[in-house]
Structure formats: C-alpha cells, structure tokens
C-alpha cells in the first residue's frame, strides 16, 4: 500500500540527507546471468521524475538497452495509459471515499488545499481514486531544464528507437488497487500528510531525493528507505512478481528492466530474490563520460486512435483514448496525458449558435484574447491556416506551465478549438504534427429526429423529449446549504425543428429533509431564474394531474426568451424550460415540451433495509438509510441517548425517519395519554397544525399517531409516537398527500421483541432522588441534581425535599448547589408548609450566604401572609448585609410588585448603603420609577438613590475597580443615568457623575455616550473643547450632534462635522455598523467622488478590526438640514475594493442598488 504513489512514498523516504557528489558507489545498473538463459540481462533502477539529474545515468544504461531483445518497465508502457485511464473512468460519479473517512473540519481543509491547488473544486473532479486525488494535491515542482517527460519513460522512447520488444513485469492493480482493498486508515493518513505538505519543504526533500539518486549507492538509498519506509507486505508482494517475470523471460530472452530503485536493494528485494532463484547479479562499472543519448520520437499511427464524431463533422487522432472531462454547460475537454512525448493533447468543440458568443464578434479572437488576459501567457506566434476548405488560426503561446500551440476552426457557428502543451522544442516535432495534420472536417451528419417519449418509473413522469437527450445529472449542493448534497436529475436537449434548448430537472432533497417552507423553495425557484436572466410578467398558477405548479416567462441572458413549468410534487421538486436559440423567437405558452409533462402512480414502498435500534426495536426502511448525526445531552436535559436514521423513497422523494431517544430514569407523567399530549407539544414546530390525533398501536403496545400540516409547506408529517419503558420510539414521515396511505406500511413494519422494562411513568421517582443525591459517584449525583430542571414535583414529595436540606451534597459551597434547586422546588410548591420549611432551614447553620439570598428572593412571591414580614425582618440582618459574596437578587420576588416598594420604600433605600445590595435597589426603584401609577410616588426618592452615583461613576471608569467590585456593572450605571434623566434638576454631584461617566478612557462606551447624552439633555454645563474631542470619535458623533441640536445648541457642532464629505464618512459607519454588537468598521478612507446619473457620490473604502477584507461603499451627497438631522443614503458592496477600479466597482454598485 505504502508503494502505490511514488511521490507520497519514494519522496518521503529520503528527508534527512545531505548533498554531496561523490559517484564512485554508483550502482543503479546490475548485470544478471545464469548458466542456463540465454544471455546477459539486466535490471537497472529508474525515478519516475524529470529532472535532469536523474538523466545523468552511467555511460553503460544505453548499451545495456541496445544489447538487449526486450524491453520492460514495471508496468507495459504501451498499455498504461489506456489501462489506467480504463481504471479510474470505472470511478466516474462514485462516492468521494474522504467524506467518509475525514472529519468534517478534515474534509474543509481538504477541499481548500485541492482548491488552491487545482483552481477547481474537488467535487466537480470527476475521478474518485484516492490515487487520482493524491496525485492532483501533490505539488507539482518543475524548473525549466526538466526533461520533457519522466527518466523511465524516456528509457522506453530509446527502447523504441532501437525497436525493442516492449513489456511489463507487473499488473495495474500491483501500483493501483482497488479502492476497497485500501485499508481506511492508512488512506486516511495519507491524504492528511498531503493536507500538511509544505511547498517549500516538499521542494527540499526532493532535492536531497534526487541528490541520493544521482550519486547511485544502493547502500545509501537501502540505508534511507529501511529508516524511514521500511519495506512492507506490498513491497515484498510486488518484488516477488517482478521476479517471477523476470525468471520467466529470461528463459528465453535477454531483457533489459527499469524498475523503481527503491525495489532493488535489501532482504527481499529485487537483486536479493534473484540471486535466491540462482542467478547472478553484479553491478556494472559506471563511468559519466559519454554525451546524453538523443532521438526523435517514433511516430506509429497505427498505434494512434482514431477518433470520428459524424454530427460535429471531424475526425481526428491522438496518441491514445482521450479522457472527457466536463467543462462549463453540457461540453467537454477530450485530454491525452501522454507519457511519451511528455506533453498533452487536448480538443473540444462546441455549437454555439443562439448563445451570446453568437453576438460578440469573432469567436476565436474572443477566445484568445481570453487567455491572454491571463498575466503568465505570452503570445509567441499567431499565424492563418486552412484544413481543406476550412480556415482557421493557429497560435503558440507561453503559459505558466510552459508552452502550448492551438489551432482554432470557427465553421458555421461550430467552434472546434485542438491543443497541444509540452516543451517549446517538442511543438513543431514530427510528433506532435501527427496530431494536428490528424484533424479533417466533413460534412455534419444530423440525425432526423422525432418526438419520444421519456418515461421514469421512479422519478413517476413521462416527458415528451426531440433530438440527442444529454444526462447531465450529479451530485449537487443545496442552496440553502452548501454543505449538503442531493442528487438533481437533469437533462438537456435541441429541437432542431423548433430551434429551442429544452431542459427538464428533478430533484428528492437531501436525505432526512423535507419541503418545510413553501415560500422559501419558490423564492429559490424564482432566484434560479433570475440569475439566469429575468423574470418577464408576473408568475401564473398552472396544475398538471392534480399537482400544483407555477409558469415562468423569462428572458435568458438579456436576450433570448424562455418559458419554465415549476412543480412540487410531495418532497420531489420538477422543472422544464424551453428556450428560443435565435434572439428573434419566442416560446409559445402552448410548447409541446412544456406541456407534455405528465405524472405517473408512484411504484411501491420499497423497504429493503432492517434497522436494529437495539435488542428489542426494529424496523425496516427504505434503501440506503442514513445514521443521523448523535445529540450530546447534558445531565440537565430530560433524555440520555439519540438514535436515529433517515432514509429516502426512492420513488416519491418522501423522506422517512425513526428515532429512539431513551429518557432518563426521572422520567414522569401523570398518565401516558398526558405524556402523549405534552410530547406532540414539543416537537410542534412553528406554524404547525395538528389535524389529526389519534389512539393507535405501534408494535402491539398503545401509541399515538398524529397527522400534522405545517401552514408553510404542502408536505404532510405522519408521526407515530410511542413510549416503551424509557425509550420513545418516533417514526416519521414527510411526505405529499397522495403518499399518505403508503406510510402504514412503513409504520406496521416495526416489531418489539423481548420483555418489557419494570419502568413505571407515573410513579413518583423521589426515592431515586434521595437515593442518588447521596451518592459518591459524581455521574450519579450530577444526573439527579440536572432532573430538576425537568422533573415537576408535586406536594406529596415537599416533605422529602425538606429533609434533604440537611444532607451534606458533593457540590456543598457551589454557586447553585443543589440545595438551592431544592429551595426553588419548595418555593414554587408554595403549600402551607413552604414558607415554616424554608424559614427553619434560612435560620439552621446549614443555610449558606447564598442560600439564604436565594430565600429572600423567594419570600415575596409566597403566598402566605407572613413571608414579606419576614422578608423586610431578614433585610436588616447585619450578618447578611456585611456579606460581599451575594450571588442572587434578593429583590427579585418585588420587581412586579411596586405597590410593596412604595409602601416599604423606607427599609429598602436603608440596605442602598451596603454594596452588595445597591444594584438591585437602584435599578428596582428605577423600573418602578416608569410605572404610570407607582412611579409619582417614587420620583421623591430620586436624589437618595443617586447618593453614589459619583463614587460609583468614579470607580466605574476605573476598570481595575469595576472587576475588583462585582456591584458595579452595567445595570447599576445604567439606572443611575435613567433616575438623573427623570429629575427636574440636577445636583452637582449628579452633573459631575455624569461627566466622570462621559470622560470614560474606552473609545466606544455606550455607557459614556448615554451620560454624555444625559448631561447634554440636562443642560449640565460641557466645555466646547471636551464635546468636540468626543465627537472625534465616529461612535459618538451622530447621537452627539442630535442631541446638541434638540438641546438648541447646533452653533456647537464643529462645521467641519458638516462638512458633507465627513457627514458621508458619519452616515457609512452607522450604516454599516451594528448597533447590537458594537460592531463597526475601524477605518473608512475617502476614496474619492463621482457622478451617476445626475446625483453626486462620495466613495469611501472601509474595513473592519477583525477582517482582513476591505470593501466599498458610497454615499449620496444632498444638503444638510441642521434643524432636521438625518443621514445621507447609503450604498455598499461587500466584494473586496479594487483600487485600480473603483470606480468601475463603485458604478456597479451604485447600479445596482
């Protein structure tokens, strides 16, 4: 396995080497002889690189191939080519194996290193073979003086040369095997190196590679390759095959074998294992003196293929079978890596007649001068040339991965482009001329067509189809999340009579989704149009076999009119469209395509996959059911484990889900219909409707089966919902109202096996609380401390809750133990005994600070008369008070009752003096203070309540202080400013809080714009100096200046403010911040000002702290109206700013808007 791609495994095998040039161990040739063979023979150990190093072999290499009959790499070099092309087209549209076996953050980084690479994405690569895409991410490291091809490839152009016998030692599937014998993880591994491979260091060990190589000693290489990539299974299996070859011919001819170095040396290598077959190998004598040995290319066109295509009217050869790879629309690139003359041979062709190539001119120019606005090529030559009567153009150009010659054919609409790229020596070679004196043109051959009719049982239409129909389905992300794949159907045709394109798609979504908003797919239906094009008149309701659709008039491409038919059948989405090909035709309403569409029954439910959830439930579903991704739940939620699967109806589309979610023992209900009732409540989504419930049997045990529409959507759930001991089992189905009676057979397909669990749901589980609050395994303990959260006890439990508040918990001095869940249960059960309990339990020694704060919190919301007496008793506590490790509002239980507040205002303002209690009196009174009936008589109170609102705006600003003192936040600041606000007048310790709090030393406060804005309203005295500082800062300055002008003071807004340039700078920065995360750009540059269409811009360019991006936005320049304060209008684009064409960008955007 190791051995199967020469870069990932030869290259790593040499990582710490050091340079040298000393060749006097040179053995990379070695002689084999055998008393009984035939002759001399010899095996000689090759680098599958260019580099010219690699070249430099032994003056001794060339004979050795001469005086030899045959000619032999690992695998036959006639053959490979076609054989692995043949291997990896096997791959076509198979599953990418790497989704599978990567995490999903692996998998990003995998498809962002073949993106940077490639330029392409890794889901549009048509070949799967972990091969193909390790060769692609390899890095592709060349220097100008590389060879034209590989030094074991060149070995067989001089074999060819002297007209050897060709061979191969070895299978396909030795160096490729199949996908499914590659052990996951080692592909795993390898693929990760790849991901981590730096360019540079690559470059590196490839260097001290080939130096290792070029020096020859088998000793070093052996001494490398057993460090770092011992030789393994796979080696050892394919040097014993190499072998067995070996032996084989050399009992009737001489050979002369080019075989990986890395396979010659070491115990069970290849010279090891002949010698053990009795044969002698010694290395020949190496001298460096002889020229490096040249030859032409042999040309055998017999050997070429001939490929002919009659309807596009050419014919051509290439040096072997072309691969087609897809380009953009339906065409495709036909490509030949070709090995032996190391370049590539590449054609297309396209018909482009009524596309918008049709209008612009000379198409080959077109495409030229589109390549050439690549910066790395550089036109060479261009010169006119004809193939019989057809005229074209040829050009040599030099591209970034070195040269190329193109003719290009312009006939009759028909654009036929023919590529060569290789070294610029290679270009005008006898070789590559065989390809290009290859091409003939010929009269097209078009075929008579008729109307078909194209029938899908399980897509469940027929469609009326003319001309050559071209599948173009695959693989396709959602476009509400790209990171979600499902298959799109989708096929293309010409109606040569009627001069239209003709298109017809359908897609299932993904698996485990379904149609839940109606309106959203249509806005998508709607937006897949309009990138394509326009919508011409508003959209007209059609119905075909019962089935609700929508007709679209469009006009595609600015030009060329079309007609598209829209249809939601259940989960299953349809789409046709038709399209004139001349810019002067138009689609009629009554298009025999459009309207040919009809839908067929749907074939059976098939349900071929049995699903085991576990040793007693399981169910059978529809093929290739999907494990749904697990939910962690936390010892606070209700449930323990998640098991689900999703599968989809192949043919309706209908998406079919089971879920098991096993509750936690603490699980409880009144009775099993309540618990019915409350669970159909939680998995109600919005807008759903039940519209129908009803008792049923699921597996012989009682069940309930629901029927739910979601008013946005078409699509009906059917649900069966079961509890069995702690397991609810859900079947789920999504689907279409003519599918609804084949979801019983999915449901009547689930069985139960074995015995039932002891669990009983509507006992009360208080022992179990009892017995696991006490436990000293921390799970144990945590799981019933975390079923408060869900478990709903009832008074008959109070008197065991109580007892447990003299337990010693694990948890004992945490913040919110689980005492203080204990508490909340007792308060809410608020019965007779409540307030005796927790007032007994507030005066034990077991009642910590927090605990009894807790308390306090509570006693307002009881019931019984004498919890505030005591309540208002407990606040004058000095033990309490002193304490600064309060971690609950003990005003909580007064903020909905300010008629307690106004009677009792006396005792709270008499705790404000204590620090730990000053934020929830503050900011309760000042709440109150907004009550149109309490808050009057609360306005008296104002001044006491701001008694230190200086020392707390002092320390406040002290940001050292605020973390020290844990009252001093936010809300308190925040209601000190309301209650100043709401006074008549001022106090000057009042104004000068106000002032601290404006002077704050953060540049983007709001609680120091808000003071200063209080200050401004209050008419407290501001130096001009202070105010035009603050207003230096764009945060502040727009709510400055407003205030500044309803106060009746706009002669102190600074003109320059005013100035409509910066007020355009000011109306960007609030446009494109976010007010509810504090987010806006930190820097905003004038860029400069243009006109469009009559109106006056000024362009700026503006980034963000913690983005690395910068974009463009503009800003209508109108008159400022002082009295009237309002922004300029605004306009943006979030595309990266381009300097050297703003303005270009900045028309767009204004255009667009």
């Known amino acids: ?100 076996i990567l995490s999903e953050e692996e998998y990003e980084r995998l498809a962002q290193k073949f993106m940077e690479i490639n330029g392409s994405s890794i889901e549009d690569f048509p070949i799967s073979h972990p091969l193909m895409i390790e060769s692609a991410l390899s890095p592709n490291i060349s220097k100008e003086t590389d060879k034209r091809t590989f030094l074991d490839v060149y070995l067989f152009g001089v074999a060819n040369h002297f007209n050897k016998e060709i061979t191969g030692l070895e299978d396909l599937d030795d160096q490729i095997p199949d996908m499914e014998d590659i052990p996951k993880e080692e592909l795993r591994q390898a693929i990760l190196e790849l991901i981590d491979l730096d360019e540079a260091e690559a470059n590196q060990q490839l260097e001290r590679l080939i130096d290792v190589y070029y020096q020859g000693s088998l000793e070093q290489i052996y001494y490398y390759l057993n460090g770092w990539w011992p030789i393994d299974k796979v080696m050892e299996r394919r040097n014993t095959k190499m072998v067995k070859s070996l032996d084989s011919i050399m009992q009737r001819k001489t050979i002369f074998a080019g075989v990986g170095a890395a396979h010659l040396p070491g115990n069970s290598g290849v010279l090891d294992l002949l010698e053990k077959k009795g044969y002698t190998v010694r290395p020949v004598g190496a001298t460096f003196n002889d020229p490096e040995f040249t030859f032409d290319l042999k040309v055998n066109e017999d050997d070429w293929m001939t490929t002919t295509y009659k309807e596009a009217g050419f014919s051509l050869k290439t040096p072997d079978k072309a691969i087609a790879i897809p380009m953009s629309g339906q065409y495709n690139i036909y490509t030949v890596a070709d090995l032996y003359s190391g370049g590539s041979f590449s054609y297309f062709f396209m018909d482009y007649t009524g596309s918008d190539l049709a209008s612009e001119g000379n198409i080959i120019d077109k495409v030229i001068d589109n390549q050439l606005e690549d910066a790395t090529n550089e036109l060479i030559g261009r010169k006119e040339i004809s193939v019989g009567d057809s005229n074209g153009v040829e050009v040599v150009m030099k591209t970034e991965d070195g040269t190329m010659r193109a003719q290009y054919f312009d006939i009759d609409n028909h654009l036929f482009a023919f590529l060569v790229e290789n070294q610029m020596s290679e270009l005008s070679s006898p070789y590559v001329d065989t390809f290009f004196n290859s091409i003939q043109f010929f009269e097209r051959e ?193 449930f323990e484990s998640y098991n689900a699967y999703a599968a989809l109806d192949a043919a309706t589309g209908g998406c079919y889900m089971i879920q098991k979610i096993t509750a936690t023992p603490y699980l409880r209900s009144e009775a099993l219909e309540k618990f019915y009732d409350d669970y159909t409540e939680d998995i109600l989504e919005y807008n759903d409707t039940i519209i129908g419930s009803k008792p049923s049997t699921l597996g012989g045990l009682p069940s309930r089966q629901l029927l739910l529409q979601n008013g946005n959507s078409h699509i009906r759930q059917k649900i069966e919902l079961l509890l069995d001991g702690r397991d609810i089992i859900l079947l789920l189905s999504y689907v279409g109202e003519d599918e609804l009676d084949r979801v019983d057979t999915y449901f009547n397909t689930f069985e139960i096996n074995g015995t039932s669990s002891n669990f009983n749901l509507t006992d009360s589980k208080m022992d179990l609380f009892v017995k696991n609050l006490k436990s000293k395994d921390s799970l144990v303990f945590e799981s019933a401390k975390g079923a408060f959260s869900y478990y709903i006890f009832d008074k008959s439990e109070e008197k065991a809750l109580s007892k447990l508040l003299n337990v010693k918990f694990m948890d004992e001095g945490e913040t919110y133990s689980v005492k203080n869940k204990i508490i909340d249960e007792i308060a809410t059960l608020d019965s007779k005994k409540s307030l005796k309990t927790l007032l007994k339990f507030y005066k034990s020694t077991n009642a910590s600070n927090n605990h009894k704060t807790q308390i306090m919190g509570w006693l307002p919301e009881l019931t019984d008369k004498n919890a505030l007496p005591a309540f208002f008793e407990f606040l004058q506590e000095k033990d309490l008070t002193i304490q600064e490790d309060v971690d609950f509002d003990i005003f909580n239980g007064l903020k909905d009752k300010p008629e307690v507040v106004v009677a009792e205002s006396a005792r709270l303002l008499s705790v404000l003096k204590y620090e730990p209690y000053r934020d929830g009196i503050v900011d309760l009174f000042s709440n109150h203070m907004k009550d149109s009936l309490y808050g009057p008589k609360l306005y008296q109170y104002s001044e006491q309540l701001l008694t230190y609102f200086e020392t707390d705006a002092k320390k406040y600003n002290d940001t050292i202080q605020r973390k020290q003192f844990s009252y001093l936040g936010y809300t308190l600041i925040s209601s000190y400013i309301d209650i100043a606000k709401a006074q008549q007048t001022l106090s000057p310790t009042t104004e000068r809080a106000l002032l601290t709090l404006a002077d704050s030393p953060e540049s983007d406060s709001s609680i120091a714009l808000r003071a200063l804005l209080a200050a401004i309203e209050k008419e407290v005295e501001i130096a001009p100096e202070f105010l035009s500082q603050k207003m230096e800062n764009l945060y502040n300055r727009y709510e400055i200046m407003e205030a500044l002008i309803d106060a009746g003071l706009p002669d102190q807004v600074p003109e320059n403010f005013l100035a409509p340039i910066e007020y355009g700078r000011l109306s960007l920065y609030n446009a494109v911040g976010d007010t509810s995360f504090d987010y806006y750009p930190n820097t905003i540059t004038v860029v400069g000002e243009i006109e469009h269409e009559e109106q006056q811009y000024f362009i700026y360019s503006f980034s963000f702290e913690d983005d690395d991006a910068t974009y463009l936005g503009g800003v209508a320049s109108t008159t400022i109206d002082v009295a009237e304060l309002s922004p300029f209008e605004v306009y943006t684009s979030m595309n990266e700013f381009d300097s050297d064409n703003w303005k270009e960008q900045a028309i767009k955007m204004l255009s667009t808007e």
């Open 1 to 100: 396995m190791h051995s199967r791609n020469i870069f990932v495994s030869i290259f790593l095998c040499f990582t710490a080497i050091v340079a040298a040039q000393d060749r006097s161990n040179y053995k990379l040739l070695w002689e084999i002889t055998k008393n009984n063979t035939v002759g001399k023979s010899y095996v000689f150990g090759t680098m599958h690189l260019q580099d010219e190093r690699v070249f430099q072999f032994s003056d001794s290499v060339i004979p050795a191939i001469k005086n030899t009959e045959i000619f032999a790499l690992e695998i036959d070099p006639n053959i490979m080519g076609g054989a692995i092309k043949e291997k990896m087209e096997s791959y076509e549209g198979t599953q990418n194996i790497y989704k599978e």
């Open 446 to 638: 078009v075929p008579e067509v008729t109307w078909e009719t194209l029938e899908n049982d399980l897509g469940a239409y027929t469609v009326q189809t003319i001309g050559e129909t071209t599948d173009l389905s695959r693989t396709a992300p959602d476009p509400s999340n790209p990171d979600i794949e499902y298959f799109l159907h989708l096929f293309s045709m010409k109606d040569p009579n009627q001069n239209t394109f003709n298109l017809f798609r359908y897609n299932d979504q993904p698996i485990g989704y379904y149609l839940n908003d109606a309106d959203l797919f249509n806005e998508q239906v709607s937006s897949l149009l309009e990138n394509q094009g326009k919508i011409l008149s508003e959209p007209k309701e059609i119905e075909v076999d019962g089935v609700p659709g929508t007709s679209y008039e469009i006009e595609l491409s600015k030009t060329y009119h079309a007609r598209a038919h829209a249809f939601f059948r259940g989960n299953r989405f349809y789409l046709l469209l038709s399209q004139a090909i001349s810019k002067d035709d138009t689609i009629s309403e009554n298009d025999t395509f459009l309207n040919s569409l009809k839908f067929n029954p749907y074939q059976p439910l098939k349900l071929d996959s049995l699903i085991t959830l576990n040793d007693r439930h399981q169910i059978r579903m529809p093929q290739f059911p999907e494990l749904k991704e697990t939910i962690a739940y936390t010892a606070s939620d209700m």
